[in-house]
């Protein structure tokens, strides 16, 4: 799974829809590992604006990267977003991939177990 | 043919065997492949964007997505379909989840979805904790919050009859979506049904650097071969919603006894008409 799937992805159980604890969802014991995309650049400037970047420096700190910057890097028309920033956050958000581990929710403690890189989101029917 | 769905459900049939029949049937993938392309088509997304897949399968659809320079998260609720995609070394990040439980995101993060020939296990209710309409407002109730304002989704689907037909389209409706359907081939063995959705964006609003459809009717617009039949201008007695007294019903009910043989009074330009107060 990659990071950027991680920022997206919420609990999936009903009564945590109107939680703001359920997302994001911790990592806990993932393994990563790095598997090289191509890099587009358009790509990312066009995801940057639907990122939580809150959510990001909370997600990539328990994976262990810390040297995000506090805020997020904002375009403007003067200074448009440097390549090389730009490939840092295709590093993290498209090549760093979690293998195995789990993804436990903040609100209801619900633990997705991700395998071979698949989360496992199916629930038991009373959960829905 | 018989129909998968009226057998097992989605997680049952595609076992290991039926998902490796699945993915290697030169068949299938022809099939999957044109009609992923011809929703690509429809989504005429302009940038690479972020797209959901739902109902990915070992990732047949998923293939023309990546070289079409998208990144895609795909979801299936079989994991043998997914152990297939993952041989298959596909590029999309993959999950396992049931539609029917809903689309687990935060809202507003997907450009685009697409779906090829999945919607239609929607109709199912495998046990009787759920139902279907359930399943199904669930499913377009968190893909409609899922998408981006002015995202698009292109679903191909298999309706068995009318009925789901009716079942799925009404549902996207009720989720709040523009919905139109575009029919390939009508009329033949081989008629490919597809539902154009959209989120928000009144018509010629610019989202994105781009001008979005309101519905499929813009989407189309300018596609070769594409005949628009639009039902929603048939006027306010349309079908079904016929008052009870008007020119057309009465119009209808003599024709119903002409037609059982009774003795009916001929058409005039007075038949139906209002009669005014005397003055």
């Given at each position: 799974m990659k990071i950027l799937t991680s920022n997206y992805i919420t609990c999936a159980v009903k009564a945590c829809k109107s939680s703001t604890l359920s997302f994001p969802l911790h990592f806990q014991d993932a393994e990563l590992v790095q598997e090289e995309v191509d890099f587009n650049a358009e790509f990312i400037v066009g995801i940057l604006p639907r990122i939580e970047w809150d959510a990001l420096i909370v997600t990539a700190a328990e994976l262990g990267f810390t040297n995000l910057p506090a805020q997020k890097p904002e375009p403007t028309e003067e200074a448009p977003l440097g390549e090389q920033v730009l490939k840092d956050l295709h590093k993290l958000l498209l090549e760093t991939q979690v293998t195995e581990g789990k993804l436990v929710c903040g609100n209801c403690q619900h633990i997705y177990n991700i395998h071979q890189g698949i989360a496992n989101f199916l629930l038991p029917n009373h959960l829905v | 043919m018989s129909r998968p769905e009226d057998t097992l459900p989605p997680d049952l049939f595609y076992n290991d065997t039926e998902s490796y029949k699945y993915t290697t049937s030169s068949r299938i993938k022809s099939i999957q492949s044109s009609m992923t392309q011809r929703a690509l088509q429809l989504l005429a997304l302009t940038s690479p964007s972020m797209v959901l897949d739902i109902g990915c399968g070992s990732g047949l659809s998923g293939e023309h997505l990546s070289s079409s320079g998208h990144i895609w998260v795909g979801m299936d609720i079989s994991a043998s379909m997914l152990a297939i995609a993952l041989d298959r070394d596909t590029d999309g990040d993959l999950l396992l989840a049931d539609m029917g439980q809903g689309v687990p995101f935060r809202p507003g993060t997907f450009d685009a979805a697409i779906s090829i020939s999945a919607l239609q296990w929607l109709c199912n209710a495998d046990s009787s904790e759920v139902s279907a309409t359930g399943r199904l407002s669930r499913f377009f109730d968190g893909l409609y919050s899922s998408l981006k304002r002015g995202g698009k989704a292109v679903l191909q689907f298999y309706p068995k009859n009318d009925v789901q037909r009716t079942m799925i389209t009404s549902a996207a409706v009720k989720a709040g979506f523009g919905a139109g359907l575009l029919e390939d081939d009508p009329e033949t063995k081989n008629k490919k049904l597809y539902l154009v959705l959209t989120v928000g964006?009144?018509?010629?609003e610019v989202v994105g650097g781009a001008v979005a459809g309101r519905d499929v009717t813009d989407v189309v617009?300018?596609?070769?071969g594409v005949d628009v039949i639009d039902e929603r201008r048939k006027g306010k007695n349309g079908k079904g919603k016929e008052i009870k007294g008007s020119k057309s019903w009465i119009l209808r009910k003599k024709e119903q006894g002409r037609n059982k043989g009774r003795a009916v009074k001929g058409d005039s330009k007075y038949t139906g008409r209002k009669r005014r107060p005397v003055f």
């Open positions: - | 964006a009144g018509r010629g617009k300018g596609m070769e």
